[in-house]
């Protein structure tokens, strides 16, 4: 959240020159300029890849969590926020008698009288992101929206007086999970109160008067684009909740002008299209499905390409084919999994006798790095989706058809050189349900207890006697 001074540019339409809200906003720039500001490329040092302290060289490795790499799909996110806010602000000039009449009168209420310049007429639009967790929405979406500022204050246009001191370029709430239109009235004031730096808004206690309240607020910043995250919580049941919150939302675009961007999971994608109304509405300015990134994209080719410049080991491993595909597979296309397995990848080997990177060492740098976010159901549905392998044996097959792992076979003994149980076992160091991963726990206790303890222990395969054999 950031608060600027208003900096007037001339607008480009005819039309928009005039209103401070727009002419506040940054102006439009080509795109390349724009990445440069989304990019963020923290400096390399090279020279301390020769460091002969690990430790110092293991330091380093943070600065891995500060890339930021801008994907093809930001430029379309970002023009389609842009233009609605525009388009949002075009009809709200603060020095027409038509915005008089928007601040002044309830939204179904007009003047007996028609301002000079005309009845206010609303111009908000619906933009939607739709995609499964972890491809990469929030990311993209925190990014764009930092580009404007999230309030801008004005002291006079060009020497002209302004009775607002504070506009509202965007705020991001989340959906409620229970469809309540009070609770999402009450976060959105929230919101808008702490972007304003002001004292806590009441809440009114009767939804109608909240929802008057709410309006008036949300006219008097000068919203520029409402963004409601988590949409999937909108939940379609016979209580109509939901209903009631999607006419709600309908009614700050219709009545206020307000762009709307929803982001969401793709069962949200299913409750839009029940109607064409909804659907029409929320695609009006942008409609976008994410998905994770596959292997053969442009934009993970650029993004490996830039992450893969982060190597401070001792000795520099050259990107190729299977590193490029472990690191994919392991990620699921996802950057975040991805620059985290390769962070840790070089944690565990700097240090060692031999510090290159091999598949090995990016399937364990995973295990520690993923351990959680890896057994998530989102995961397993990527896996599917993008075909990738995940590691056991489907039904019907045996173990020996399941993908081999490639062994390190650099001679360093100090590396394990069953990579296959080297991830397994840094799996379960670092697991937090431990406990219910034990199907039988007191398995020895048992044994102790019987009188012939070693056959118990064989009838449980727990002590093999020729295991290449029990393994054939």
């Known amino acids: 959240m950031s608060t600027v001074k208003a900096i007037y540019h001339q607008a480009i339409l005819p039309e928009h020159q005039g209103n401070p809200l727009i002419e506040a906003l940054p102006p439009k720039l080509p795109w390349e300029q724009v990445m440069e500001v989304f990019s963020n490329y923290p400096d390399y040092a090279e020279d301390i890849s020769e460091h ?29 926020i842009e233009r609605a806010i525009k388009k949002g602000y075009s009809s709200k000039n603060p020095f027409t ?33 739709i995609g499964e967790s972890g491809v990469g929405k929030t990311s993209m979406l925190e990014q764009t929206l930092s580009y404007f500022p ?13 009775e607002f001191k504070k506009q509202v370029v965007w705020v991001k709430v989340d959906c409620p999970s229970n469809s309540s239109v009070r609770d999402l009235c009450e976060e959105i004031l929230s919101s808008l109160d702490l972007s304003l730096e002001q004292v806590k808004t009441k809440p009114a206690s009767n939804i109608g008067t909240l929802i008057r309240q709410l309006e008036q607020n949300i006219k008097s910043s000068f919203l520029g684009v409402l963004v409601i995250d988590e949409m999937q919580n909108l939940q379609f049941k016979r209580t109509g909740g939901e209903n009631n919150l999607l006419r709600f939302l309908h009614r700050l675009v219709n ?21 064409l109304k909804s659907a029409r509405r929320a695609e009006s300015a942008y409609h976008r499905k994410m998905s994770a990134l596959s292997k053969d994209s442009e934009s993970w080719k650029a993004f490996i390409k ?76 990527l896996k599917v989706k993008m ?14 058809q399941v993908t081999k792992v490639n062994i390190d076979k650099t001679g360093d003994i100090t590396k394990p050189q069953h990579p296959e149980f080297s991830a397994k076992l840094i ?44 393994f054939r």
């Open 97 to 129: 008698p038509t915005t008089a009449q928007y601040l002044h009168y309830p939204v179904d209420e007009r003047p007996d009288i028609e301002p000079r310049t005309g009845f206010f007429k609303p111009k908000g639009e619906g933009l939607t992101l």
């Open 255 to 275: 009545k206020l002008g307000v762009p709307l961007f929803f982001v969401a999971n793709p069962p949200f994608d299913k409750s839009l299209i029940t109607e």
């Open 52 to 80: 002969p302290d690990p430790l110092v060289r293991e330091e380093y490795l943070n600065r891995i969590d500060e890339i930021r790499q801008p994907l093809t799909e930001y430029e379309g996110c970002f023009r389609a």
């Open 427 to 470: 799996e379960i160091i670092d697991a937090v349900d431990l406990s219910s991963r034990i199907k039988n726990p007191d398995l020895f206790q048992q044994a102790a207890d019987i009188d012939d303890p070693i056959a118990y222990l064989r009838s449980r395969y727990v002590l093999l006697d020729d295991p290449l054999e029990q």
């Open 150 to 162: 999230s309030v801008i204050e004005h002291d006079s246009y060009h020497n002209k007086p302004v």
């Open 387 to 400: 075909n990738l392998p995940s590691g056991k044996p489907r039904r019907g097959q045996k173990a020996d």
């Open 306 to 381: 830039q992450l893969w410049n982060y190597q401070w080991t001792n000795i520099y491993t050259e990107l190729n084919e299977d590193l490029n595909s472990a690191l994919h597979r392991l990620s699921v296309g996802n950057i975040d999994m991805a620059s985290r397995t390769y962070r840790e990848a070089q944690r565990l080997i700097i240090g060692d006798e031999d510090e290159r990177i091999t598949v090995s060492t990016l399937e364990a740098g995973n295990a520690v790095a993923c351990g959680l976010s890896r057994q998530t159901k989102e995961v397993s549905k």
